[in-house]
């Protein structure tokens, strides 16, 4: 085989240690492939039944979470997230009374009970490698709506979020959804030592955005801040725009991958956001321009031809969110 393949494939040299030029300006740092599908494989009696006993892609989609089995990585993260609950907004946090393995599921990982009211809680823990994706939502919710008592709230807990994924857990009815982001630290070897104090789990607020259409016939979006989960109250609450570091706007969201083709920095002081990146650079950038991306309302742009716009937003601790929203005269 290997003989064949060289006798007939194309051939092609990669390099994984690119020569150092002293002339040219690096911007940017390794990038990442997030929301790698599962593998699929059939079982030997499906392999054998033929046609006929080929999985739907939804039943292969079980299958594959159901074979990988329980990880010894998420036994790690549900004891670290008993030890340091789930930070929240003001130096609030979202504590555990007890949390063990959930059995019989395939999507959720950990029951529990809440230190301060006694609630019964699930979790889903997102993939080591990948982003959470839409359809473990939709299966971790069906399994949670077949338990009994049912719980009062979810939390999927995972690295990075599939945008489609953040948007039907923030839109969630009779059920206490939330989003905790997973500190990278979780991924190493060896986790960091076992204290209470580790910031190894943060609530991801829901971004609160306004959508106009102008007298022009343009869009135009305003954000105005994220709304946190209140961990004392129990509710959403708004958190204003007094701590959003960074948000860019993607004019034309394909549903897949997020091009920003407006990019703000509210936060940024007089010689920082775009003004410190033309100098790091060394770019020539419309000076006019510039104090329009230090805002929270986006230029007018546009309807794409997928009639989508994407908002993301990253608070001052570097918690980043989603917001999709359709380009809908009659939706507003």
């Known amino acids: ?61 079980q299958t ?41 599921t395939t999507c959720l990982h950990a029951t529990g009970t809440l230190a301060e ?16 994706e839409q359809r473990q939502v939709e299966h971790a919710l069906n399994e949670a709506g077949e338990l009994f008592p ?33 500190n990278t630290d979780l991924l190493t070897e060896d986790l960091k030592k076992a204290r209470s104090s580790n910031q190894s789990f943060w ?4 971004p609160d955005v306004a959508l106009t259409l102008t007298a022009d016939g343009l869009w135009q979006v305003e954000v105005n801040g994220f709304d946190y989960f209140d961990t ?11 701590k959003i570091a960074m948000w860019s706007l993607d004019t034309d969201y394909d549903g897949r991958s997020l091009f920003p083709h407006q990019v703000f920095f509210p936060m940024a002081g007089k010689d920082e956001g775009w003004k410190k990146l033309k100098k790091t650079i060394r770019a020539e950038l419309d000076e006019s321009m510039l104090d329009q991306f230090h805002g929270t309302v986006s230029l007018p742009f546009e309807a794409g031809k997928h009639a989508k716009a994407a908002v993301k937003i990253v608070d001052d ?11 809908v005269k009659g939706a507003l």
């Not at 340091?84 to 007890?98: D, S, V």
């Not at 990075?160 to 948007?167: N, R, S």
């Not at 609530?203 to 829901?206: A, D, F, K, T, Y």
């Open 117 to 132: 009211t006694g609630e019964r809680v699930v979790v889903s823990f997102g993939p080591e490698h990948g982003a959470l």
């Open 203 to 206: 609530l991801m607020g829901q």
């Open 232 to 242: 004392v109250k129990g509710e959403l609450i708004s958190g204003g725009k007094g």
């Open 317 to 327: 601790r570097g918690i980043e969110s989603l917001k999709i929203l359709p380009l």
């Open 64 to 104: 594959s979470i159901a074979r990988s089995g329980e990880s010894n990585r998420q036994q790690q993260w549900r004891d670290e997230l008993l030890k340091t609950g789930i930070r929240g907004k003001g130096g609030q946090k979202l504590e555990f009374a007890e949390l063990e393995v959930m059995a019989g």
């Open 1 to 61: 085989m290997d003989r064949a393949i060289a006798a007939s494939a194309e051939s092609e040299t990669l390099y994984d240690q690119p020569e150092k030029s002293k002339t040219k300006l690096r911007i940017t740092g390794p990038f990442t492939v997030e929301a790698v599908p599962f593998p699929t494989v059939l079982s030997l009696e499906a392999a054998e039944g033929g046609a006929s006993a080929t999985p739907t892609e939804d039943q292969a989609y």
């Open 150 to 182: 049912r719980p009062k709230m979810i939390v999927f807990c995972a690295f990075t979020f599939d945008p489609e994924a953040a948007k039907d857990i923030d839109a969630l009815k009779g059920i206490t959804a939330l989003k905790a982001q997973m």
